[in-house]
T-cell receptor, first 110, second 115 residues
Framework: QKEVEQNSGPLSVPEGAIASLNCTYSDRGSQSFFWYRQYSGKSPELIMFIYSNGDKEDGRFTAQLNKASQYVSLLIRDSQPSDSATYLCAVHNAGNMLTFGGGTRLMVKP | KAGVTQTPRYLIKTRGQQVTLSCSPISGHRSVSWYQQTPGQGLQFLFEYFSETQRNKGNFPGRFSGRQFSNSRSEMNVSTLELGDSALYLC??????????????FGEGSWLTVV
């Protein structure tokens, strides 16, 4: 069974700090990897996705992929209280099918 | 450019009834997938449609079904509702759904409560 693992948290960081969110996956055939942010009572909002080994930056967000270690991470620089949410890691295996981790709850304290 | 549109947003049904949820993907997107999100199970894949054909299916009972129309709009149906079907049902769309470069976007979801 394809699995995606995330630490459920909560991960607490002070405002302005770097938040580091991690995710591991079991299927070596996975093609691409997504990070979604979900506020309570809302639907997942796409932050970014990555499919090549290395880093991908978009504003304050950096996704890192290491296929050999089956590990993907999301760094949030200059964390803001508005970043407080649950962050979902998802692995794209086939078609339009995503396998999700359980999510990491991030709390950014002013 | 309009996003993924789901209707209805909120609904309450009684056990044993059936429900139909609708999804309009982003214009030009041909792949639509459905997910169920519950506090206990998280986000789980239900099924995916592409060009009116079911391409992938998750591990859900046959009470859950779906279809896609020629304009890529999709519906999902749950028959003989159970209390455990209470969840947020999410629709996601992507261009083709087969490329690793495809971006997958979610709609706002349909909140179903079964009483």
């Amino acid at each position: 069974q394809k699995e995606v693992e995330q630490n459920s948290g909560p991960l607490s960081v002070p405002e302005g700090a770097i938040a580091s969110l991690n995710c591991t996956y079991s299927d070596r055939g996975s093609q691409s990897f997504f990070w979604y942010r979900q506020y309570s009572g809302k639907s997942p909002e796409l932050i970014m996705f990555i499919y090549s080994n290395g880093d991908k930056e978009d504003g304050r967000f950096t996704a890192q992929l290491n296929k050999a270690s089956q590990y993907v991470s999301l760094l949030i620089r200059d964390s803001q209280p508005s970043d407080s949410a649950t962050y979902l890691c998802a692995v794209h295996n086939a078609g339009n099918m995503l396998t999700f981790g359980g999510g990491t709850r991030l709390m950014v304290k002013p | 450019k309009a996003g993924v549109t789901q209707t209805p947003r909120y609904l309450i049904k009684t056990r044993g009834q059936q429900v139909t949820l609708s999804c309009s993907p982003i214009s030009g997107h041909r792949s639509v997938s459905w997910y169920q999100q519950t506090p206990g199970q998280g986000l789980q894949f239900l099924f995916e449609y592409f060009s009116e054909t079911q391409r992938n299916k998750g591990n859900f009972p046959g009470r859950f079904s779906g279809r896609q129309f020629s304009n890529s709009r999709s519906e999902m149906n749950v028959s003989t509702l159970e209390l455990g079907d209470s969840a947020l049902y999410l629709c996601a769309s992507s261009l083709e759904g087969g490329s690793r470069r495809d971006t997958i976007y979610f709609g706002e979801g349909s909140w179903l409560t079964v009483v």
